[in-house]
């Protein structure tokens, strides 16, 4: 089993920054397979960024390139999510996951086996 517990949500003005982590705890793994998703009211959930298991690249969704950073630490078994210059289509609940499969696309909510519970982030116009 693998616990997964956010943390940095928040409200922030259009141009602000947050930072999400993620720890993770339970079954060991590595910090790579993690990645970051979020859902908004009404819309389906959507990848943000997360690690190639290969070489540990991050990859991110086109809509946060530039603007968000994915980090791990490997020591604490953490993996933090930097956003910067948030706009207001930023609001969502953000999830922290794990994959173990790693022949599927990091992309898709599927290839993920665990969730973290979310954490809501805000961001007023």
């Known amino acids: 089993q693998v616990q997964l517990t956010e943390s940095g949500g928040g409200l922030v003005q259009a141009g602000g920054s947050l930072s999400l982590s993620c720890a993770a705890s339970?079954?060991?793994?590595?910090?790579?397979?993690m990645g970051w998703f979020r859902q908004a009211p009404g819309k389906e959930r959507e990848f943000v960024a997360a690690?190639?298991?290969?070489?540990?690249?991050?990859s991110y969704a086109d809509s946060v390139k530039g603007r968000f950073t994915i980090s791990r630490d490997i020591a604490k078994n953490t993996v933090t999510l930097q956003m910067n210059s948030l706009i207001p289509e930023d609001t969502a609940v953000y999830y922290c996951?794990?994959?173990?499969?790693?022949?599927?696309?990091?992309?898709?909510?599927?290839?993920?086996?665990?969730w973290g519970q979310g954490t809501q982030v805000t961001v007023s116009s």
């Open positions: 339970g079954r060991t793994f590595r910090t790579a397979l």
């Open positions: 690690f190639s298991w290969r070489d540990g690249i991050p």
């Open positions: 996951a794990v994959r173990f499969d790693i022949y599927r696309p990091i992309i898709a909510s599927e290839s993920y086996s665990y």
